[in-house]
């Protein structure tokens, strides 16, 4: 497991251990247990014990906020590098990745039809073309080798250990204290918003099971930030106003659709809502 010590990864290595996994856990940090490694480092990679692994969940990732440096040396090379150690895996059979609905271009998406995995709709922005770039090379590795590729391709990642710089927390956060939720950005801008309990469970199934394949891991909550903010003072009855500075900017999202996931993976993707009321 990459980048285990984080939000995602450190929630993917508990509920793949409570499903009886042995779970060698990354991170650059070295820190909770795990094990130092600088996948934008090759000697760094080049160390690693490979000895038994016989699946990989690749989470680690540079945030869309971080530089253009760190985004390329993180998800692109450090991916690269991953794989030309995993080359020496005599017992691999799978790999996860956990990739993003980044990898869709809003602008060229249909906001009519929904976005299917196969779709090619190249990403406008560094981070985007940086997972895509992921997905290539997490295949082209596995093409002609006895190995399985999942990539899950998720929404807006939320639970209650999220960064607080995030827009739900802070919206939590002013709601509780009673203070105005302020609203920046497109009036039309929409976010899908999916409980990393629900990835964890899609990974973990795919990853024990050998399932393989694109999924589009999207919830039913998908929302502009003004319905996001009254859906916040609702679930937490709070008497906060909402101040409204959205401008007319077009944005069009693609239409978030998870339907075929939740099925083939057995997931009832959890209520934002009902989560929120109880924080």
Known sequence: MTGATGFVGSRLTEVLRKNGATVVALSRSGGSGSTAVDLADPASVAALD???????????????????????????AGTAHLLARLGDAPSLEAITLISSVAVYDPGKA??????????????????????????MLVFSFAHGRSILPTVFRVASLYGRTMKA??????FVDAAKQGEPLIIHGPASYRQNFLHVDDLAKAATRATLEHRGGIWNLFSRDSLSLSELAEMVCRALESPSVIDDNSSAEEYEAPNFDGSKAA????????????EIATW
């Open 50 to 76: 490979l000895d038994g692994v016989t699946a990989v969940v690749h989470v680690a990732a540079a945030l869309p906020s971080a530089e253009p440096e760190e985004i390329w040396a993180t998800n692109v």
């Open 110 to 135: 249909s906001a009519a039809n929904p976005v299917e995995p196969r779709e090619m709709i190249p990403p406008m922005n560094v981070y985007g073309r940086s997972k895509l770039l992921q997905e």
């Open 165 to 170: 710089t995030s827009v739900l927390p802070q």
């Open 263 to 274: 099925e083939a993976l057995q997931i009832n993707y959890r209520s934002l809502g009902e």
